[in-house]
């Protein structure tokens, strides 16, 4: 595959453009130009043989197939397919593996021994701070309390993070485990909502990570396709990888938050 202006072209469309070009050139005289014309017409024979083969793989293997081109998932469905994939009792049958690979990620190791009594929610409502009943888009508790913001393009609700994390730190308050918040963003971004130095001292803490679809959480994904058993999660998480890295490209927004912690 290539790409020009924007386009994504095919095989056939280079094929077909090596066959023109190679025809032109072999109506000409020049030398120089027979050359050329025979070049094209080998790169044209090329480019038949490995469509030819492309096709025979993919009548076993289905090569350009993904899921995730088809149902094109927005930020909710995103949301309940990491908390299936966070959940013990996911579908995915890999018990608490995929949480565990998460928590040692995060430098929670010592909280990962505990996973498979996880229990993981999708909107989890906030008590006990000022804005009552927000909800947090995927809530894990466990020796850990983990929450996952998971913003893909909606803008930052007015102290959203600011008051999870206060929700966060509330919850663990008389059980004195850890607690941590992922601000999960396709670049990566740092919330509006917390100043240079509440950022940095969240995330000196352990307490608050933001994270980049396509770096941190493509890395956790990794690590679960490396490890996991089943052949048909594994070619899933493969879709996913592949989805982060054609749908979620943003430019970045800003390197604010590198920028505040090394200040």
Known sequence: MSAVAGKIVGPSELQQFFAEVGSRMARAKAPGQIELARFFSNAGRRLRIAEEQRQQLDRVEATHFNVFRLIEPDEN???????????????????????????RQLGLSSAAEGVSTAIVQR???????????????????????????????????????????????RCTRSNGNPYALVYLTPDG??????????????YAAGRLHCWSYRRELRAW???????????????FLSDFIAHIELALEREPESDRAEEAYED
């Open 77 to 103: 469905k995103l949301s309940d397919i990491l908390a299936d994939l966070l959940d013990p009792n996911g579908s995915h049958g890999q018990g608490g593996l995929f949480l565990a690979l998460l928590l």
């Open 123 to 169: 909107e989890a409502p906030t008590h006990g701070i000022a804005r009552y009943r927000r909800r947090m888009d995927v809530l894990v508790e466990c020796d850990v309390t983990l929450a996952i913001e998971n913003k893909v393009d909606a803008l930052e609700q007015a102290d959203q993070v600011k008051d999870y994390l206060e929700h966060l730190a």
């Open 189 to 202: 971004r740092w919330p509006e909502s917390l100043d240079a130095t509440a950022w940095k001292a969240a």
């Open 221 to 235: 994904l990794e690590a679960c396709r490396h490890q996991c058993a089943a052949r048909r999660i594994r070619d």
